[in-house]
């Protein structure tokens, strides 16, 4: 079993940036695919940026460039590092997590965290 929690969510003004983090605890060392989605009020979620266990990551076509996801490996924690934040980029941001690469295919993941909210407004 694996429990997630996020922080670091708040409101930033534009352009300004944020750290997200996704502490994991219990089996931490059978995860292979840990991912950052976001969701606005009204929208279906948004996958944001995924990490593999061994590193290879990649950031959705909207935050490319603005966006990193990275991993400490000895913290048990996943980073979302957020820079030149925009407006659109508002919403509850989630951290999940699975043992299988293949959630990575499907979206299904087995763990999820309680989500951290993130405001970019002026």
């Known amino acids: 079993q694996v429990q997630l929690a996020e922080s670091g969510g708040g409101l930033v003004q534009p352009g300004g940036s944020l750290r997200l983090s996704c502490a994991a605890s219990?089996?931490?060392?059978?995860?292979?695919?840990m991912v950052w989605y976001r969701k606005e009020p009204g929208k279906q979620r948004e996958l944001v940026a995924a990490i593999t266990s061994g590193g290879t990551s990649n950031e959705a076509d909207a935050v490319t460039g603005r966006f990193t996801i990275y991993r400490d490996n000895a913290k048990n924690t996943v980073y979302l590092q957020m820079n030149r934040l925009k407006p659109e980029d508002t919403g509850v941001y989630y951290c999940a997590a699975d043992h299988a690469y293949e959630a990575m295919r499907t979206g299904d993941y087995a763990y999820w965290g309680q989500g951290t909210q993130v405001t970019v407004s002026s």
């Open positions: 219990g089996s931490y060392f059978a995860i292979n695919a």
